[in-house]
């Protein structure tokens, strides 16, 4: 089973902030553009005068706004959307969130001007390839099945994000409010290995009195990076340990990371970094097993797990 379309949205901004990527945007340089004056409503209810706001009110938000329009229509096999789902959620999602909708660190695909243009992968497979290295997004060297793959889920998922409603990303309460907690605490004990670091009765003593609803499942889903709303506890970086080619080893903590560098902050506070090909490196991050498990949960398993943790009061 699937999580709903709004737990896929909420799964989207929750589930950034570890991997620096880029994705199927148009812009061709990694400077943003000069800002452009807003283009004046239509006649008509909300219309304002072109180049201006009235009364003070600010201009619409991106979200806000309707996507691109797919300019050539594509509907693809229902197996084939799901192994690309399958495929972007352990290989991309961490970027672009599971639904392609965006991330902290990826663009929501479903906007994309390239993937409005595209027909069947011939703009989104060589960016795929390629990489755009300009925006820290790697190449990938997919077989060209799971390329079409990936093509395939990318539109279903820019077709699905089109007959939402508004066109926000917004997450109904009552979707939060269906789990069952004897279960959840069954997975957070067994198959959910969240036991392994966490227990009721220390870190998590009191957790649903200190986060509700939304917030507690974001919690869940992606811990705090920094200090959490609210006075929330302060994200532990992740260690790094460098070997150089002549054998010196060198620790500290992570500062960055993607498929072409890696750079530490050392103990004197020293920023270094080196071509991640011309050493070896260890990553040790506290938070990698919730980023691990987050293409293992099912839509039960979510809502389970959070029923329990808001016993935890």
């Avoid at 991309?92 to 599971?98: D, E, K, L, N, P």
């Avoid at 089109?162 to 957070?188: K, M, P």
Wanted: net charge positive; glycine share 10%; with cysteine.
């Amino acid at each position: 089973m699937h999580p709903t379309p709004s737990i896929r949205r909420l799964l989207g901004t929750a589930t950034a902030a570890i991997v620096v990527a880029a994705g199927l945007t148009m812009a061709s340089s990694a400077q943003a553009p000069p800002a452009q004056t807003p283009p004046a409503a239509p006649a008509g209810r909300g219309a304002q005068p072109a180049g201006g706001q009235q009364g003070g009110s600010r201009a619409m938000s991106p979200a806000a706004q309707r996507p691109p329009e797919t300019v050539t229509a594509q509907t693809y096999p229902e197996a084939q959307i799901n192994a690309g789902r399958a495929l972007f959620v352990a290989q991309c999602g961490f970027c672009h969130g599971r639904d392609a909708m965006g991330g902290e660190t990826g663009p929501d695909l479903t906007r994309s001007e390239l993937v409005a243009a595209d027909v069947r992968g011939d703009k989104i497979a060589p960016v795929i390839k390629n990489g755009r290295p300009e925006k820290k997004m790697p190449p990938f060297n997919f077989p060209d099945t799971d390329l079409a793959a990936l093509v395939a889920f990318i539109h279903d998922a820019k077709a699905k994000a089109g007959t939402l409603e508004g066109s926000r990303r917004t997450v109904e309460l009552a979707d939060l409010q269906t789990g069952n907690a004897q279960a959840g605490q069954a997975y957070f004990n067994g198959p959910g290995g969240c036991a392994k670091c966490h227990s009721p009765t220390t870190d998590l003593a009191g957790i649903a009195t200190r986060a509700q609803g939304l917030a507690l499942f974001q919690r869940m889903l992606n811990p705090p990076a920094g200090r959490g709303r609210g006075g929330g506890p302060e994200r532990r970086s992740a260690d790094v340990t460098v070997t150089l080619a002549g054998g010196q080893t060198l620790t500290g903590k992570l500062a960055y990371r993607d498929e072409f560098t890696i750079a530490m902050t050392d103990a004197s506070g020293a920023y270094r970094s080196w071509p991640a090909k011309s050493v070896t490196f260890t990553v040790n991050d506290p938070y990698e097993a919730h980023f691990a498990q987050l293409a293992k949960y099912t839509n039960d398993d979510l809502h389970n797990v959070l029923a329990y943790l808001q016993t935890l009061k």
